[in-house]
């Protein structure tokens, strides 16, 4: 018997970013929107805890017990007093080290499945406390949707989304390290007064309305310039997909992903089109929003 979850990927729609804190975290006010870009995590009992992964990126991804959903695995079973005894599969299509939460996604679709495997009856607020124990981004990957984080981001309220938004995600060769685009930030804020983040109550109403437009307008990742600070030549990519016809264009999360919020499916995939053609990016994926959380297949 094995249990398989599917998992959404996210972009983050803002990104307010606040001084670095006595602990070395940052503040954050985090809207964080879904996509239908997705990993599907299954579990198998097993002798001992063992990952495996496919898909085009699957070299990249850590198959020890750094592995998240390896790490969700263990959480659980610690949790209950019993052994992590679980065969955990992951089919990668999220982009590795993108700035798309892909290995967020991979632990809470392990914390999901295990439970369901081992019978362990965690309710949904228990969930989203081990997804918030293994990582900031984890709880949302749960929930899914559209979701406002504030702390490090893992204090999560659900926002209403009026209707389907269509993106473009430019992949770039080789990811860039959370800790880094972080670490540039402090670098580049030094000496200057950082405002307290705060959620932008015209996204959010965008959001609410489903209005592309006004979403277009607002979209803010305070991570982009310390993300263009390491990886300049992502420039040319938002660039690539501002000319191809998108309505804006942004360094998804931490990067180097980037994300075009374009109006329709048939401009999706023209900007998709120009993006490889332009030469400024390794892939040009195609999704849309809002997707649901992690889900059980088969139920
Ligand atoms: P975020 O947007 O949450 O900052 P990210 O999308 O930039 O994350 P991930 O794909 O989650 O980045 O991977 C970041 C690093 O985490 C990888 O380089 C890898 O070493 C490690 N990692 C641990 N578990 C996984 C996993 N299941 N899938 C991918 N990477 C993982």
Redesign the pocket.
């Known amino acids: 018997m094995s249990v398989t979850v599917r998992v959404p990927?996210?972009v983050n729609v803002q990104l307010a970013v606040g001084a670095a804190r006595p602990d070395g975290f940052h503040d954050l006010a985090n809207v964080f929107l879904a996509v239908s870009l997705y990993?599907v995590v299954t579990v198998t009992p097993a002798d001992a805890l063992t990952v495996t992964?496919s898909g085009p990126d699957a070299d990249?991804?850590?198959l020890d017990g750094?592995?998240?959903?390896a790490r969700a695995a263990e959480l659980l079973a610690s949790r209950h007093g019993i052994e992590p005894r679980v065969h955990i599969h992951?089919e990668?299509d999220?982009?590795?080290?993108?700035?798309?939460?892909?290995?967020?996604?991979?632990?809470a679709g392990a914390l999901l499945a295990c439970d369901r495997l081992w019978g362990t009856g965690s309710s949904p607020s228990d969930l989203l406390e081990l997804c918030a124990e293994l990582?900031?981004?984890v709880p949302f990957s749960l929930a899914g949707g559209a979701a406002l984080g504030i702390g490090r981001g893992e204090q999560l309220s659900s926002l209403e989304v009026g209707g389907a938004f269509h993106w473009v995600f430019a992949v770039a060769d080789g990811?860039?390290?959370?800790p880094a685009v972080y670490r540039e930030f402090d670098r580049l804020a030094a000496g200057r007064a950082v405002p307290e983040p705060a959620a932008d109550p015209v996204l959010i109403d965008a959001l609410r309305a489903g209005d592309v437009n006004a979403l277009a307008a607002s979209l803010a990742n305070g991570l982009q310039p310390a993300a263009l600070s390491l990886r300049p030549e992502l420039a040319t990519t938002l660039d690539a997909g501002l000319a191809g016809g998108a309505l804006a264009a942004l360094v998804?999360?931490?990067g180097p992903?980037t994300a075009f919020l374009v109006d329709s499916q048939e401009s999706a995939d023209k900007v998709a089109a120009g993006l490889l053609a332009s030469g400024t990016c390794r892939a040009a994926r195609v999704a849309s929003s809002p997707a649901p959380g992690a889900t059980v297949l088969g139920d």
């Open positions: 990927a996210k990993d992964c990249r991804v850590p750094t592995n998240l959903a992951i990668k999220i982009p590795v080290a993108g700035g798309m939460a892909g290995g967020s996604a991979d632990g990582g900031s981004d990811g860039l390290s959370t998804s999360g931490s992903t």
